[in-house]
């Protein structure tokens, strides 16, 4: 996605970096980009490379830039969660909705991580289908990263869950 407040990246990273000095296992990827002409978007990727190089963090962060529908939906087939940390901007700015991708990212099968923002909760049920955590609550989001490195088997059941809830209340159809 765009590099823009409320979705929440630097949140999201610094909840990553405090999971891993914690002892979870994990790496990032991070589909997108700031346009050049966007001083506050350069602003959040800057701090997202400097977070990068941070001792908790360095070598396990990949920037994929922006990518096309069909790399994207293998950049989801190859990961296990999905982290969604939106949040209000300074200015309110708001999702004003739940992310498509956060849908699409629960359809291929992934665990995801959200913050109770918007219509995100409509999308995760918190506990059944997924995680919701404050926003900005970035030791909820670190120990629940950190639990799931603990113990991968917990994520079969909220992955198959959360799949069941968006063919029964997502699909197309319903959503028509």
Request: aromatic fraction near 6%; include cysteine; charge should be positive.
């Given at each position: 996605?765009?590099?823009?407040?409320?979705?929440?990246?630097?949140?999201?990273?610094?909840?990553?970096?405090?999971?891993?000095?914690?002892?979870?296992?994990?790496?990032?990827?991070?589909?997108?980009?700031?346009?050049?002409?966007?001083?506050?978007?350069?602003?959040?990727?800057?701090?997202?490379?400097?977070?990068?190089?941070?001792?908790?963090?360095?070598?396990?962060?990949?920037?994929?830039?922006?990518?096309?529908?069909?790399?994207?939906?293998?950049?989801?087939?190859?990961?296990?969660?999905?982290l969604c940390p939106s949040r209000h901007s300074a200015n309110g700015d708001g999702e004003g909705g739940s992310p498509v991708v956060l849908t699409e990212a629960m359809a291929s099968g992934l665990l995801c991580i959200g913050t109770w923002h918007c219509d995100i909760p409509e999308v995760i049920v918190d506990g059944r289908t997924g995680y919701l955590c404050g926003e900005g609550d970035l030791m909820a989001i670190a120990s629940v990263l950190l639990s799931l490195s603990a113990d991968p088997r917990r994520q079969t059941e909220l992955t198959r869950e959360g799949r069941r809830h968006i063919e029964q209340d997502f699909s197309l159809t319903r959503q028509l």
């Open positions: 996605g765009r590099f823009v407040e409320k979705k929440g990246l630097i949140d999201g990273l610094r909840a990553c970096a405090l999971a891993r000095s914690r002892g979870a296992k994990l790496t990032v990827t991070i589909i997108g980009d700031a346009a050049a002409d966007d001083p506050v978007g350069q602003g959040i990727k800057s701090e997202l490379y400097a977070l990068s190089g941070s001792p908790e963090l360095s070598g396990s962060v990949r920037f994929a830039g922006f990518l096309p529908l069909e790399q994207t939906r293998l950049a989801l087939a190859s990961h296990n969660v999905f």
